[in-house]
């Protein structure tokens, strides 16, 4: 080893321990007295290691915006969570933005320094963790006194978002963590039993019940459990104000339309499972459910993530999200996902992770969009699409591309560390279930006698159809192995040693298998996929295949722009505009739409080694007609100002006799494309 890696290593462990000291430590509780009501139960940041395309996905992003972003753009340039107290800049009553906007980057380097294993990122993050812990008012308070006293702001939303990087530490594996978690359980606990701020209101504050919640579950000190439940009753008196989420029994058991900001209602929503999880009132949990019902009724996109551009809204080609979003309802969907054990979460979060995000990053991880859409034909500084923000930036790949409103900049890291972590849970049969796929590894203990195994999880999931385990152990173990068969799979195969093998299958999509396992078993997995048509307003179509859902990538001309305070020459913002051809329409079987439409996949796809976001290994060939006067719009006071079209009305519109073969990629594969597309005759 290096002495410069000894010596790093060195510095994180006495930062780690010192900390320990100043803070004390405390005693934690283990095992099913954390969350006794759950299904399925998460394992420690660090227990799964990605392996294969995405450790490479999440090493790109760990060397780019990952770690670099705070070299990049103000407000993750600040000392925010670090000493810096107050900012001129900031409007009265919204004190609170850069504590969020660095605390959204600050939780995911952190879970991402974790799934890596990455110690210089780790030291990255934790000097600002470390900084926040020791500075502790004399009665407990974590956080800047800016906004200490509560008065009328969202005083406490930035605790909500920063201690998820203090929970992801306290649980983290590794030995030299082992004082500090109980450090830090102790540190937020007294934080928030001798605060005098009200966490039923305002709009945001209610989301600390998370925070809350898991120091009960380490402590079991019921004034904590009381402090939840208190602030969600207080919180229920206005919680059907749409500015705080539009979460009245009314509105959510009526199963309208959610009139509500997107990162609000996806925060809050989640609540009512997590108070599941450590009560077991069923209430909770019908509640939760059913404020979930109301996106997948009314506002989701072909990508896996409702229009939320802030709002919900409808589901046109040109309906958009946050990029926040997409960090925000998977984690959401976690909880559920841990409080029913119903595998239709996972397949929720795959669906939103492996289109929708990589849909809205630069594949070279050093720009993403604020506002990303299934139809964009150009983002440029000037040609957002969505009616409340027409004309404005917020679609360019930049590396802060909200400026100002940063969180998206920040939140956007959190999504794939978060995916690797939750990959594995524990079961509450005291078994092991793989809900998330991805070549991985995970460490877990399982079965009656608590045995350490580990499963490698050898695969090119979603390019591919078959997953491989293979199981590690000092001796034969015997323990259920869960694993989850998605929804859109119809007809999938297992082989244990290459000999076909039958499973329990619950009525919650998981084949169980209740087995002594032996070292070296594998068991295959194969999940058959099956190309699927899905129709949209104004009579458009879209493409899937299994996991992934197929666009038509448009090429681009990049342009770098550098502006101060939020980009570098290195890192700046990218105007994207077409070069090539996308005004077509799919030409589809009425009878059998997906007969002509074939499936294609690059031969030695696991030897190649390339990332699969850059080089998509699987395609969709479709037969198609070019829309003549389908055309970017212009606006009518600056012809120069250019936007991505509605779809076209064809009976009125020019189409083309020849007929064409296009080739469409995964949606994650493209910066500029076309995934909602006009239906046209043969």
Same mark, same amino acid.
């Given at each position: 080893?290096?002495?410069?890696?000894?010596?790093?290593?060195?510095?994180?462990?006495?930062?780690?321990?010192?900390?320990?000291?100043?803070?004390?430590?405390?005693?934690?509780?283990?095992?099913?007295?954390?969350?006794?009501?759950?299904?399925?139960?998460?394992?420690?940041?660090?227990?799964?290691?990605?392996?294969?395309?995405?450790?490479?996905?999440?090493?790109?992003?760990?060397?780019?915006?990952?770690?670099?972003?705070?070299?990049?753009?103000?407000?993750?340039?600040?000392?925010?969570?670090?000493?810096?107290?107050?900012?001129?800049?900031?409007?009265?009553?919204?004190?609170?933005?850069?504590?969020?906007?660095?605390?959204?980057?600050?939780?995911?380097?952190?879970?991402?320094?974790?799934?890596?294993?990455?110690?210089?990122?780790?030291?990255?993050?934790?000097?600002?963790?470390?900084?926040?812990?020791?500075?502790?008012?004399?009665?407990?308070?974590?956080?800047?006194?800016?906004?200490?006293?509560?008065?009328?702001?969202?005083?406490?939303?930035?605790?909500?978002?920063?201690?998820?990087?203090?929970?992801?530490?306290?649980?983290?594996?590794?030995?030299?963590?082992?004082?500090?978690?109980?450090?830090?359980?102790?540190?937020?606990?007294?934080?928030?039993?001798?605060?005098?701020?009200?966490?039923?209101?305002?709009?945001?504050?209610?989301?600390?019940?998370?925070?809350?919640?898991?120091?009960?579950?380490?402590?079991?000190?019921?004034?904590?459990?009381?402090?939840?439940?208190?602030?969600?009753?207080?919180?229920?008196?206005?919680?059907?104000?749409?500015?705080?989420?539009?979460?009245?029994?009314?509105?959510?058991?009526?199963?309208?339309?959610?009139?509500?900001?997107?990162?609000?209602?996806?925060?809050?929503?989640?609540?009512?499972?997590?108070?599941?999880?450590?009560?077991?009132?069923?209430?909770?949990?019908?509640?939760?459910?059913?404020?979930?019902?109301?996106?997948?009724?009314?506002?989701?996109?072909?990508?896996?993530?409702?229009?939320?551009?802030?709002?919900?809204?409808?589901?046109?080609?040109?309906?958009?999200?946050?990029?926040?979003?997409?960090?925000?309802?998977?984690?959401?969907?976690?909880?559920?996902?841990?409080?029913?054990?119903?595998?239709?979460?996972?397949?929720?979060?795959?669906?939103?992770?492996?289109?929708?995000?990589?849909?809205?990053?630069?594949?070279?991880?050093?720009?993403?969009?604020?506002?990303?859409?299934?139809?964009?034909?150009?983002?440029?500084?000037?040609?957002?699409?969505?009616?409340?923000?027409?004309?404005?930036?917020?679609?360019?790949?930049?590396?802060?591309?909200?400026?100002?409103?940063?969180?998206?900049?920040?939140?956007?890291?959190?999504?794939?560390?978060?995916?690797?972590?939750?990959?594995?849970?524990?079961?509450?049969? +005291?078994? *092991?279930?793989?809900? #998330?796929?991805?070549?991985?590894?995970? &460490?877990?203990? %399982?079965?009656?006698?608590?045995?350490? !195994?580990?499963?490698?999880?050898?695969?090119?999931?979603?390019?591919?159809?078959?997953?491989?385990?293979?199981?590690?152990?000092?001796?034969?173990?015997?323990?259920?192995?869960?694993?989850?068969?998605?929804?859109?799979?119809?007809?999938?195969?297992?082989?244990?040693?290459?000999?076909?093998?039958?499973?329990?299958?619950?009525?919650?999509?998981?084949?169980?298998?209740?087995?002594?396992?032996?070292?070296?078993?594998?068991?295959?997995?194969?999940?058959?996929?099956?190309?699927?048509?899905?129709?949209?307003?104004?009579?458009?179509?879209?493409?899937?295949? +299994?996991? *992934?859902?197929?666009? #038509?990538?448009?090429?681009?001309?990049? &342009?770098?722009? %550098?502006?101060?305070?939020?980009?570098? !020459?290195?890192?700046?913002?990218?105007?994207?505009?077409?070069?090539?051809?996308?005004?077509?329409?799919?030409?589809?079987?009425?009878?059998?739409?997906?007969?002509?439409?074939?499936?294609?996949?690059?031969?030695?796809?696991?030897?190649?080694?390339?990332?699969?976001?850059?080089?998509?290994?699987?395609?969709?060939?479709?037969?198609?007609?070019?829309?003549?006067?389908?055309?970017?719009?212009?606006?009518?006071?600056?012809?120069?100002?250019?936007?991505?079209?509605?779809?076209?009305?064809?009976?009125?519109?020019?189409?083309?006799?020849?007929?064409?073969?296009?080739? *469409?990629?995964?949606?994650?594969?493209?910066?500029?494309?076309?995934?909602?597309?006009?239906?046209?005759?043969?």
């Amino acid at each position: 080893m290096e002495a410069n890696e000894v010596s790093r290593r060195e510095f994180l462990r006495l930062a780690i321990i010192s900390s320990a000291m100043l803070m004390g430590t405390g005693s934690m509780l283990d095992g099913e007295q954390l969350t006794p009501h759950a299904r399925l139960r998460e394992l420690a940041p660090g227990a799964v290691r990605p392996e294969g395309w995405l450790r490479g996905m999440l090493e790109k992003q760990a060397a780019q915006l990952g770690s670099k972003l705070p070299q990049i753009s103000w407000p993750f340039t600040g000392a925010y969570w670090a000493g810096e107290e107050k900012d001129e800049s900031i409007k009265p009553g919204q004190s609170w933005f850069p504590w969020e906007q660095k605390g959204y980057w600050i939780d995911g380097a952190m879970r991402l320094a974790m799934v890596l294993d990455d110690e210089a990122l780790m030291e990255q993050v934790w000097t600002t963790i470390r900084y926040t812990l020791t500075h502790a008012d004399t009665d407990g308070y974590l956080g800047p006194q800016l906004f200490k006293d509560p008065t009328g702001d969202d005083h406490r939303w930035p605790q909500a978002v920063f201690f998820r990087s203090l929970t992801a530490c306290a649980e983290a594996p590794s030995p030299m963590m082992g004082e500090t978690g109980k450090g830090i359980v102790d540190a937020m606990r007294k934080h928030y039993l001798n605060d005098k701020a009200s966490y039923g209101t305002p709009e945001r504050n209610i989301t600390n019940v998370e925070s809350i919640l898991w120091c009960y579950g380490r402590t079991g000190d019921a004034r904590l459990l009381a402090l939840a439940e208190n602030a969600w009753q207080e919180y229920m008196k206005v919680a059907g104000n749409k500015d705080r989420g539009d979460l009245s029994p009314m509105h959510v058991y009526a199963d309208t339309p959610i009139n509500s900001h997107g990162v609000t209602y996806a925060e809050t929503m989640k609540l009512p499972a997590i108070l599941y999880l450590y009560t077991g009132k069923e209430d909770y949990l019908k509640f939760s459910e059913a404020a979930e019902r109301r996106i997948f009724d009314h506002h989701m996109l072909i990508d896996g993530i409702p229009s939320t551009s802030e709002w919900y809204s409808t589901v046109t080609s040109l309906d958009l999200h946050e990029t926040c979003d997409i960090a925000d309802h998977t984690w959401s969907w976690g909880y559920q996902l841990m409080a029913t054990g119903d595998s239709v979460w996972a397949d929720r979060i795959e669906r939103a992770s492996f289109n929708a995000a990589p849909g809205a990053i630069k594949k070279d991880w050093k720009a993403l969009q604020y506002m990303s859409c299934p139809n964009q034909f150009l983002a440029t500084l000037n040609s957002d699409h969505h009616p409340k923000g027409r004309g404005g930036f917020k679609m360019a790949y930049q590396p802060n591309p909200g400026k100002r409103i940063a969180c998206c900049g920040g939140n956007v890291h959190r999504i794939f560390p978060n995916y690797a972590i939750r990959m594995w849970m524990q079961a509450a049969d +005291g078994g *092991l279930a793989a809900v #998330l796929y991805g070549p991985s590894k995970v &460490k877990a203990n %399982v079965g009656a006698e608590n045995e350490l !195994v580990e499963i490698e999880q050898t695969t090119n999931y979603p390019f591919e159809e078959e997953i491989r385990f293979t199981i590690y152990a000092r001796r034969a173990v015997r323990f259920p192995l869960s694993l989850r068969i998605p929804g859109w799979c119809k007809s999938p195969r297992l082989t244990v040693n290459g000999v076909a093998a039958m499973g329990e299958q619950t009525t919650k999509g998981f084949l169980v298998l209740r087995r002594t396992f032996k070292p070296g078993d594998v068991l295959t997995l194969t999940l058959p996929m099956r190309t699927a048509v899905t129709h949209w307003p104004q009579g458009g179509v879209g493409l899937e295949h +299994g996991p *992934l859902v197929y666009s #038509l990538a448009i090429k681009a001309n990049w &342009k770098p722009i %550098v502006e101060e305070k939020y980009t570098t !020459v290195e890192y700046p913002s990218w105007e994207a505009t077409p070069v090539s051809d996308w005004n077509y329409g799919l030409i589809l079987n009425a009878a059998q739409p997906t007969k002509g439409v074939d499936f294609a996949r690059k031969p030695n796809l696991a030897s190649e080694n390339l990332d699969p976001w850059e080089n998509p290994p699987t395609m969709l060939n479709v037969l198609a007609r070019k829309i003549e006067d389908w055309e970017l719009q212009s606006n009518p006071q600056n012809s120069t100002q250019k936007f991505t079209p509605p779809l076209p009305e064809l009976s009125t519109s020019k189409v083309s006799q020849t007929m064409e073969q296009l080739t *469409l990629v995964p949606y994650g594969s493209t910066e500029l494309r076309v995934t909602i597309f006009p239906a046209v005759k043969a």
